[in-house]
């Protein structure tokens, strides 16, 4: 870990996405922001996703309507809010300053969830190639973000995404077959996924996320 002494640009934060860097600050006051890359290092394998039969009822019910790229400023405000679950996050000024920079260039998005025209939850990364960097989520309602990562995963599986970087792996990532490997073999898939093209998929058509939703749960019945 590396305390940064000059300004940051989002040119300079694709560069170290791409050698596979990425940034935290100590809080969300925090001045200064840190370089992470850690010895193991979490991913979500898309086609080992996880998906329990009550996240797909509730995925595939009309409780939520879920939308890409509508809001990102209020999803990575959703995420820096101190909520009593979590306390304090690591998203500062800096960080929502480059992120938002990021989202205008194209690089960074967003995943809403949204009840009764309310927004309840959401997640937003970066998307290299076809690597995609998940940053942060937050939920306000009961499987708000949860909903949120089955249609992001079902976007980058549909999009020709190789990559989904966690970062790291909590119990909550974990229990949707998110795993842990050494930043070596991280980096190789890192280098490979970045090569590779892939489409953001900002607009999914009902059927196609209906048939993706099908899928996760075919393959999690037959991992059990």
């Known amino acids: 870990m590396s305390v940064r002494n000059f300004r940051i640009t989002p040119d300079l934060m694709l560069r170290a996405y791409e050698a596979g860097l990425f940034p935290m600050a100590e809080s969300r006051d925090g001045a200064h922001l840190y370089w992470l890359d850690p010895d193991q290092r979490g991913i979500m394998p898309l086609e080992g996703f996880h ?49 938002l920079a990021l989202h205008r260039q194209g690089y960074a998005h967003s995943v809403e969830t949204w009840e009764e025209g309310r927004l309840v939850g959401g997640l937003y990364g970066v998307s290299l190639g076809a690597a995609f960097f998940g940053e942060s989520m937050f939920s306000l309602a009961r499987d708000a973000s949860k909903v949120a990562l089955v249609h992001l995963i079902a976007r980058l599986r549909r999009g ?31 280098a490979e996924a970045i090569s590779c093209p892939a489409r953001w ?13 099908m899928a996760l749960a075919s393959r999690s019945r037959a991992a059990t």
């Open 51 to 99: 998906l329990p039969r009550r996240l797909k009822r509730t995925a595939l019910s009309r409780r939520f309507t879920v939308t890409a790229d509508r809001d990102f400023a209020g999803v990575i405000a959703g995420c820096a809010a101190p909520l009593p679950a979590r306390g304090d996050t690591w998203i500062n000024a800096e960080i929502e300053r480059l992120f």
């Open 160 to 190: 020709g995404y190789r990559l989904l970087d966690t970062q790291f792996v909590t119990e909550h990532l974990a229990g949707f077959g998110a795993i842990e490997i050494p930043r070596e073999v991280y980096k190789a898939r890192l």
């Open 201 to 213: 998929q900002a607009d999914l058509a009902p059927e196609a996320w209906r048939a993706e939703v």
